[in-house]
C-alpha cells in the first residue's frame, strides 16, 4: 500500500499518561487509538497485526480439532447465579448493563457459563465426546487499573477455547496436545525464545493451572525460572513444598519478571455440575463432563512482542505478524529515483509481497528513515541518487545495524528466502 | 468436514417464542443459538455464514478505497454529549454501564461520535481527504422488541464505513460509488434481484437517506417500487410532493413489504461541526471536513437470506455464502458404500472443493435427506447401493427438484462449472 494513502501518520510524542513502551510506540506509529484509559481502537497497521496473530491462533486451534464459533457478549445473570459468579462480591471486573425493561445483563469476562449451557443441547451421550470449541470473541473487564497499555484492558479480543471430554484421562490428552498448540503459537510469533510453560494456581479447580510467561523487564508477574527443563513457576504458588513436588531444586531457579501471554485450565466438572451437563456412558451411567478451558488475548500478545523486541528507534516486528513485510522509501525528488521506486512497488506488488511504500512527497530522508525504525517492517527496502549510483536498491532488515546494495534480482531472491 | 466430527445437530423443533422463519430455520439447523431474546451466538455453520458474507463485504469496501480499523464498543460520554446523542431522552437505544470509579459509559450502537474524533489526529490539510474508513464491529442497541430472528438484535457485527470529504461535491462522487457497492454485495450474497434503492428520510442530516430494501413478505417496512427504473420510496417519505419529486408516478407504484438490509447517508457537517474536524484548504480558510456513513449488517443480510430463499423443506444458501458448496450424503451400510463415499469426500477434499460429509451411521436415508434440505448447501451429492448400480453418484441442487445420475469424472465437471 501507498503510505501517502494510509491515512495514519506518526508522531513524535504521546500523551504522558502513557506509562508503557507497547502502548508508547503503537500510539507514536498509529497502530492504535486511545479512547479511554485501558481501551484501545485498532487502526490499519494495528489490526493488520492483530489479524495476523489470530490467523496463527486459528489455524493451531483448528490442528487440535477446534470448532469455531462466536458468543456473545450480553450475558443472562441466571446461567452465573447458578456457579455463584453473578455476584459483584464474588467477581469484582463485571461490567453490568440493563434491559429497557430493567432486566439486569453482565457483559462477558469470559464465557464458561454460557457455552456449557449451549453443550447441553449437543452433548448427551459418550459418542458426543470429546469436543472442542473456541471464538475470537470481546471479553470486558472492569479493572480498576488500566496501565499496561495493550497488554491489559477493559475491553478486548480473545481467543478462548473449551474443552469437553468423558474423564480426566481423556482430558489430559488434551491438555497436553493444547500446550504444544500453544508453544507453536508463541514460536510463530516470534518470542518463544523468552517464552516458559509457568507453573500456576489451579483456584478452585485443579491444584495447578499453566500459564505461559514472556520474560519481560515490564512484566507484571514474577516467576521463577528452571532453564535446564526449560519451565518456571509462579511466584504465587512458589514455595517448597510446590518446588520439590515438581522435581526442581529451589538453587537452580532464576528469578524474572514475565508477562502472561497465555493460561490452560483444567476445569474439571465445576461449571458441568453446576449447569447439569452430562452425557450417558457405554455402560448407560449418567456422568458429569469434564472441562477445560484455554485462552489468549492476541492484543496482549502484541504488546508483549512490541515489548520484548522493540529496540530504542521503535518497534521490530517479527515477519509473521507484521503488517507488511517490506518498508520500501523512495529517497528525494530525483525522476530516475522516483521512476525506479514505482517499478520496484509494482514488482513487489505483482510478486505478492506486502509492501508498505514510502511515497511521499517533501519528507526528508532523515525522517523517512526514523518512521521506517518506529514502524518496524522486518526489510528496509530504499531507492535513492545514492543506491542507484551503486547496484540500485539498499536492503536492510530491521534487527540489523548493516544493509546491503542489491539489484532487483537479488532483491526478489532475498525476500522469496524467507530470512 | 465429516458431519459425525460437527458438535451442533439438527432439531425437529424449536421453542414456540421464536416467531420469525429466519431464527426458527437458523435455530433448527444449528446454525445460531439464542442467549436471550434478540441476542444469538453463532455456531460453526452459522458463523461460517457470516464469515463469507463479510468477506464480500470487505472486498467490495476495499474495491472503493476503504481502509480497515477495529473501534471500541464502551463509549466515552464526553463526545456524545458534544452532539447532543448522550441523553437518553434524545437516544433511547443506548446500553449503559459503569467503570469502578462511578464513571459512566456507553456501549456503542453506532460510531460516528468516536471516528471523528480518531481523525481530528489525522486529518488536517485538503491533502488529507477524500479518506474512507470502516469496521466490522459488535454494536449494542436497547431495542423494546426483538422478535424478527437474527434480523433486529440487541448485540450484533455491522460493516460500517464512514466518509471524509472536503465537500459536498466530493462526497457526492464517493456516494455514488458506495450505491456501486452496495448493489455488488446484495447481487453477490444472491439478494439482488430482490433489492431495491429506496429514498428514505435524511433525518436531521440531509433531505434523502438511501435505504437497500428487500422485498419479503415477513419485512418490517413498506415500500412503493417503481419497477421500471428499479427505485423505491420508503412509506414514511412517500408523499405527493416527494413522488413528483423524484420524477416518479403515483399509479406506477406497487406497495411491497421489506427489510432494510442495508444504508448509506449523507452526514454533511453535523459530526465535525459538533466535534471540530476541520481542515486547511488550498487557499488557506479552514472548513469543516463534510461526512457521509454507510451501513450494513452481515447477520441482518443472513438473516434476509433465508426469510425470502427458503422453501418449506429448509434454508436454500446461495454458494457465495454457504457453508459447504456441498453436502455428500452416505446412504446405508454397505461396504462399498461406504467405501466410495470415503473416495468422493477425499477427491473433493483434494480438489479444495467445500464439502459437508454425511458419515454418519444409524441415521436413515430418510433423515438424511430432510437435514440436507434443512441446512441447505447448494448442491447434495448422494452415495448409495441404488446410485452405485447407476453411474455411482447422484447430485442435485438443493433448488431444483430433480437429480441426475453422474460419474466421478462428471461430478467434478459439474461442481467446477461453478453453476
Not at 493444547?178 to 494456581?201: D, M, P, W
Request: hydrophobic share 35%.
Amino acid at each position: 500500500m501507498r503510505q501517502s494513502k494510509l491515512f495514519t501518520k506518526t508522531k513524535k510524542e504521546v500523551p504522558t499518561d502513557e506509562m508503557s513502551k507497547n502502548a508508547e510506540l503503537l500510539l507514536r506509529g498509529g497502530f492504535i487509538h486511545k479512547e479511554i484509559a485501558g481501551v484501545y481502537s485498532y487502526l490499519p497497521l494495528g489490526l493488520s497485526v492483530l489479524n495476523k496473530i489470530e490467523n496463527i491462533i486459528r489455524e493451531e486451534m483448528n490442528a487440535i480439532g477446534g470448532q469455531e464459533i462466536v458468543m456473545t457478549a450480553l450475558q443472562n445473570p441466571e446461567l452465573w447465579k447458578k456457579t455463584d459468579r453473578w455476584d459483584d462480591q464474588k467477581v469484582d471486573i463485571w461490567f453490568k448493563t440493563k434491559l429497557k425493561n430493567d432486566t439486569e445483563l453482565g457483559l462477558g469476562f469470559t464465557h464458561e457459563e454460557p457455552l456449557t449451557n449451549i453443550m447441553k443441547n449437543y452433548i448427551s451421550s459418550y459418542r458426543d465426546l470429546p469436543c472442542y470449541v473456541y471464538q475470537f470473541q470481546t471479553k470486558f473487564r472492569n479493572e480498576i487499573r488500566a496501565k499496561s497499555g495493550v497488554m491489559r484492558t477493559r475491553e478486548f479480543m480473545m481467543k478462548d477455547l473449551y474443552s469437553f471430554s468423558k474423564d480426566e484421562k481423556e482430558h489430559n490428552e488434551f491438555y497436553e496436545k493444547s500446550k504444544e498448540a500453544y508453544k507453536n503459537i508463541f514460536k510463530r510469533v516470534g518470542i518463544g525464545h523468552l517464552t516458559y510453560i509457568t507453573f500456576a494456581s489451579g483456584g478452585s479447580f485443579s491444584k495447578f493451572s499453566h500459564e505461559f510467561q514472556t520474560v519481560s523487564a515490564t512484566g507484571e508477574d514474577t516467576i521463577y525460572i528452571n532453564e535446564e527443563n526449560n519451565v518456571a513457576v509462579n511466584k504465587e504458588v512458589c514455595d517448597d513444598e510446590v518446588i520439590s513436588s515438581l522435581g526442581l531444586e529451589k538453587n537452580k531457579l532464576v528469578e524474572k519478571k514475565a508477562v502472561e501471554v497465555g493460561n490452560i485450565f483444567t476445569l474439571g466438572t465445576r461449571f458441568s455440575d453446576a449447569l447439569d451437563l452430562t452425557y450417558q456412558t457405554e455402560k448407560g451411567d449418567k456422568k458429569p463432563v469434564f472441562m477445560g478451558s484455554y485462552g489468549i488475548g492476541p492484543a496482549r500478545l502484541m504488546g508483549a512482542v512490541v515489548e520484548v523486541l522493540a529496540d530504542d528507534k521503535g518497534i521490530i516486528w517479527p515477519e509473521s505478524i507484521a503488517p507488511f513485510k517490506v518498508h520500501l522509501l523512495s529517497l528525494g525528488e530525483e525522476e530516475n529515483v522516483k521512476k525506479q521506486a514505482e517499478y520496484v512497488y509494482d514488482t513487489l506488488m505483482k510478486k505478492n509481497i506486502e509492501v508498505l511504500f514510502d511515497d511521499r512527497k517533501g519528507i526528508s530522508p532523515g525522517e523517512k528513515f526514523a518512521e521506517a525504525d518506529l514502524l518496524g517492517m522486518p526489510y528496509r527496502v530504499v531507492i535513492s541518487a545514492r543506491s542507484m549510483k551503486d547496484n540500485g536498491i539498499e536492503i536492510k532488515k530491521r534487527n540489523e545495524e548493516k544493509g546491503q546494495s542489491v539489484s532487483l534480482e537479488e532483491l526478489l531472491k532475498l525476500l522469496a528466502s524467507n530470512h
